[in-house]
């Protein structure tokens, strides 16, 4: 069986692709990037913003439209969109052979095995999680499932359930196949980090149990944590970040906004003081630490003054990086009980603003790397429109895909995934300019 993938959304739905795909390869699946000439094509859903939805929706209606022209013989849908609106899915798109749930998971074998698509279920294997990207040195491990917090704009508790850590000996075996694959770079992500074994008794591991064991049973170069609330960090993780050089000194800690009427009516547990001494202690204690987070415009309620004073504190707390995205209400959540009273186009200037705030605070905070000798782990060679860059990488301070990039000049050849070290010569917007010193 020819099997195509469509993998939409956020990475730790990326990390549920290619557990999926490891399976059904290990029943006899062969993947192809030519959708049009796949026997099956696998479209793993995101429902987590409307433009989401959107894509996820398009996605399956560009598959079912191979199917009625082509050579595709089933499509499959999973994924968050699918948890959500299974049931209206398949009455609007009939030509989807399967919508799974994640609570239906376990039938995608045993239904593609009964229509001869691929080998019988006791025949197989479990197989082994299957690569998708594009760079095998970057990779992510996703170390729980589901979210126990109630925010009022987010409706991932609704589609992927309550909190659940995955045991720590079965990451730790995960982990030390990506590295045997390559890996150089992974990346922890959850819907919450900190609250990795809050489920697994009060004697079981927590997230610095967790990190300890991949520093101990693998040799990956750097790991990172992407996604932590502040609440889950606590004095035992940040040591171990600050006396840990393979675990990179960079945090994604959301606040999704600073106004505490905000907070409150969002239901973030944070208010702006606290925000601020977790900061000052974070800096304290671990040195060059580049924090990244998130923010919300335009919920229900916000005033000029709630915006004011999100961008007060963005000045003042001086975020490396930053990620917002304008509100827009999702079914079953509070947030949606509430009248969507900030027009769009005020929803969009905030962003617009918002983003080009953290632009110059951006470019202050990368200045500070400006002069220092740094390796850089190699993404790619570099195009011709690099601005005359040998190669594209990244130092430790920028995750893959959202941080921009650092453009690597005179170096000789230089594999994906090798370091190379270099000295920083100059910072633009979000990226670095380096020469190579080997």
Known sequence: MKLGVVSLGCDKATVDSERLVGELVGHGAVVTPDLAH?????????????????????????????????????VVAVGCLVQRYKQELAEEIPEVDLFLGFSDLHHLVPELASRGLVADPAAGHPGVRRFLGRSPHV???????????????????????????????RLVREAQQLEAEGAKEINLVAQDLGHYGR???????????????????????????????????????????AGEPRVVPYIDMPIQHASDRMLERMRRPERRSTLRAKLRWLRAAIPDLAIRTTCVLGFPGETEGDFRALVEFLEEAQFDRLGAFAYSPQEGTRGAQYADDVPDAVKQERLEELLEVQRAISAERLARFVGRELDVLVDRVADPDDGGA???????WQADDVDGVTLVERGGW????????????????YDYRAVALT
């Open 38 to 74: 796949a026997d099956v094509i696998l479209v793993n859903t995101c429902g987590f913003i409307d433009a989401a939805k959107r894509e996820s929706i398009e996605a399956i209606l560009e598959a079912a439209k191979l199917k009625r022209d082509g050579c595709v013989k089933a």
């Open 414 to 429: 230089a594999e994906a995934g090798t370091f190379v070290r270099a000295r920083v010569t100059a910072n633009e917007d």
């Open 199 to 241: 489920d697994l008794g009060l004697e079981g591991p927590k997230l610095p149990d967790l990190v300890a064991a991949l520093l101990r049973d693998t040799s990956v170069p750097w790991y990172r944590l992407l996604y932590v609330y502040s609440a889950g960090l606590n004095e035992r993780l940040v040591d171990l970040i």
């Open 390 to 396: 040998t190669h594209v990488g990244r130092v430790q």
């Open 139 to 169: 990779r992510y491990l996703k170390i729980s499932e589901g979210c126990d917090h109630t925010c009022a704009f987010c409706a991932i508790p609704l589609m992927r359930g309550k909190h659940r850590s995955e045991p720590l000996e």
